[in-house]
């Protein structure tokens, strides 16, 4: 019960956010939760009174400001109440705290802190966030879609607004803006981006640890960038170049968005190039990058402190993941910069570059609306390219690493579980999602509300499953890896594997038990745990919290529940109408030497949600081999590279209705 009234109050305190806060409940809290009150409820009483001072001299960012995480000034102010929050000692003094603040700050850097701090407070474990794009629709939707709902306000009518993806059919990159604009991986996107901040100072961790936080940024971010291929060569378009700081942006957009304070998204005109900011220069990035790629080429880097570290182990992409991010726990930053966080900036502000017109930040400088421009894949591209550098320095794996010498994997075969399946034939296909827009277009003191949604068309897939035939000498336990690549290049050419290996999606990662002799194994495609399920929309989720509160409907807590997660529809790319062949590989290794048991029990680690690319948010990363194995690695002989434990088959992906 007390957990209900918990999840219920989180609800309401991010429901019309940009409001001020009208429930009667939450206003009690709101008058005794000022922390400098009981300082003594706080592990870090320096960060309440540093936090105060900043609320009573007055010199928060204004409610109508737009927060940018990339601006030094609204980060710090942000941290500054994160630091707050994460440090009180129970959840009521947090909770209280939270609801005293939010209407003394600038909404979404408030929510911002209070949601990485509800994500990491051991306390709210299994407490559940609404959607990112019901908490602040103008991050994800378009201008027109606002506008509408606006008058549908003004209407009072109950509408469904079709929401168009940006742009038109005169510029090719339109045709993936659906993978781009889906507002599940826009959320995904940017619940990464608060599990593992880049600003999460190394002390918190007394606490709580970030294991391989460095390496999961480049492995997201790489699963991310081989998925957008993927989505290109399914609709025809070649894979995405790299950008790079001295050439142009060959690519404008324009996103047709607007902040909620009504300004509008910069667009940036075809063919502009970097520019110089007044404390950032195209040359700064070039010399950082440089000093870069001169680690990764000598093959260890200089920490801040003079001493080495060496890159040419397990352990280097870490290291490597957090220079270039570059995060907190970088080993150097006034040496090798943040040259990917730069980035974002130097994208954002390109058509303001000396802030002469006052214009908003671009979709660059947020987490939630980044990939809504092309230039995000590319310039994920041109970091994506620096790991790769790092990866081709490291040996190729030995067959011994490779192998495991007891089991064979005999056949694969993936089948739709929709009656009439064709075996190796997976079908996706486009339909529908809603959004409800209650939290844009609120107004307090309107007595009725009236239901305004947008309607998205998303790509979506029939569920299929895995049946991998093995045998195996004896009993043994092993990890099933599986991934996806596709077989032909934008020239119609095959892959060869040490080309196609660079751009494997992942699609899922679990543990077998073989008996000794023949198994048939089976897997169905929504325990993927590379994904997360759709999340249940705002009102839904209130309305469902508080029949649960009276009895009339059952709360099952889901302690292992992940906002983090690639959406479960996006699963496989769309493939093409007449059907594109695509490989599905399937490795088993041991799990007794990948997987780490100290911090997991075994049904904790097959029930762990959305490990492949979002880890863990405590402990260890039970799977103790480099994210992306075997693939990680270059691949200089097919043959010996192809081990018993291995096995790959062609599946077709026809995708049988387009109404985008
Ligand atoms: Cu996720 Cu660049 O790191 O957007």
Redesign the pocket.
């Known amino acids: 019960a007390t957990f209900l009234k918990r999840q219920l109050h989180v609800l309401k305190l991010l429901r019309h956010i940009s409001e001020p806060i009208t429930d009667p409940e939450l206003h009690a809290k709101k008058q005794s939760g000022d922390p400098a009150n009981h300082l003594n409820k706080f592990n870090d009483p320096k960060a309440v009174r540093h936090f105060v001072n900043l609320v009573r001299k007055g010199s928060l960012l204004s409610r109508d400001t737009v927060f940018s995480l990339f601006n030094p000034k609204h980060r710090e102010q942000m941290v500054a109440l994160f630091e707050v929050l994460y440090s009180a000692v129970d959840y009521d003094t947090f909770f209280n705290t939270a609801v005293w603040a939010r209407d003394r700050m600038n909404p979404r850097q408030f929510l911002y802190s209070f949601s990485v701090a509800l994500l990491h407070r051991p306390d709210c474990r299994g407490l559940t966030l609404p959607p990112a794009y019901e908490i602040t629709p103008h991050m994800f939707l378009t201008t027109d879609v606002v506008r509408e709902a606006y008058k549908a306000k003004m209407t009072r009518q109950p509408v469904l607004i079709p929401m168009k993806f940006t742009g038109s059919v005169n510029n090719p990159e339109q045709r993936v803006a659906y993978f781009g604009e889906d507002i599940g991986m826009n959320s995904h ?1 940017a619940h ?2 608060m599990d593992f901040p880049f600003w999460w100072k190394p002390h918190y961790q007394h606490n709580h640890s970030k294991d391989r936080k460095g390496e999961l ?1 480049f492995y ?2 790489h699963q ?1 960038v081989a998925r957008f291929d993927a989505e290109r060569l399914s609709n025809n378009l070649p894979v995405v170049q790299p950008l790079e700081w001295n050439r142009k942006i060959v690519e404008g957009f324009a996103p047709g968005a607007m902040y909620d304070n009504g300004q509008e998204f910069p667009m940036r005109p075809d063919n502009i190039g970097f520019q110089d900011l007044p404390w950032l220069t195209v040359q700064d990035m070039l010399m950082y990058e440089g000093r870069i790629r001169d680690a990764i080429t000598a093959g260890f880097v200089r920490a801040y402190d003079g001493n080495y570290v060496s890159l040419n182990n397990t352990e280097g992409i870490n290291v490597l993941g957090e220079i270039v ?1 570059s995060s907190a726990h970088s080993v150097n930053p006034a040496f090798y910069g943040q040259l ?2 730069d ?2 900036v130097m994208l954002s502000k390109v058509t303001d570059p000396k802030l002469r017109y006052g214009l908003p930040p671009g979709v660059m400088e947020h ?1 939630e609306t ?2 809504r421009d092309p230039a ?1 894949f590319r ?2 591209k041109h ?1 994506d390219n620096l790991f790769k550098m790092h990866k081709d320095f490291l040996p190729p794996y030995q067959t011994h690493e490779l192998l495991f010498p007891e089991v064979t994997v005999e056949a694969v075969k993936v089948i739709g579980v929709c009656k009439a399946s064709i075996p190796n034939h997976l079908i996706t296909y486009f339909d529908e999602s809603h959004i409800d827009l209650g939290n844009a277009v609120y107004t307090t003191g309107q007595r009725e509300q009236v239901d305004i949604k947008a309607v998205v068309s998303r790509l979506n897939h029939e569920p299929f499953k895995y049946v991998i035939t093995v045998n195996s000498k004896k009993a043994v336990h092993g990890v099933a890896r599986i991934f996806l690549s596709p077989k032909y290049n934008w020239f119609g050419q095959k892959i060869p594997l040490h080309v196609a290996r660079w751009g494997m999606i992942e699609l899922d990662r679990f543990p077998v038990k073989l008996e000794a002799g023949d198994n048939v194994i089976t897997r169905n495609s929504e325990d993927s745990i590379v994904t997360i399920p759709e999340p249940r929309s705002f009102p839904h989720l209130i309305n469902y919290v508080e029949r649960a509160i009276n009895g009339e409907e059952e709360y099952v807590v889901d302690k292992y529940h992940r906002h983090c997660g690639f959406p479960h529809r996006l699963l496989l790319p769309k493939g093409k109408p007449e059907g594109m062949t695509y490989r599905i590989y399937v490795i088993i290794t041991d799990y007794n030497k990948d997987i780490i048991t100290s911090d997991w029990k075994p049904e904790d680690i097959e029930n762990l949600s959305s490990l492949g690319y979002c880890g863990v948010l405590e402990g260890k990363i039970p799977d103790a081999r480099p994210m992306g194995f075997p693939f990680d690695r270059r691949i200089t002989s097919e043959e010996e590279f192809f081990t018993q434990n291995m096995k790959v088959v062609d599946v077709t992906i026809p995708n049988v209705k387009e109404n985008r």
Do not use: I, K, R, S
Request: charge should be negative; avoid cysteine; charged fraction near 5%.
């Open positions: 996107h990464w981006h940024f997201m971010h991310m991010e990917h966080n980035g974002h987490f980044a990939t995000f310039l994920h970091v």
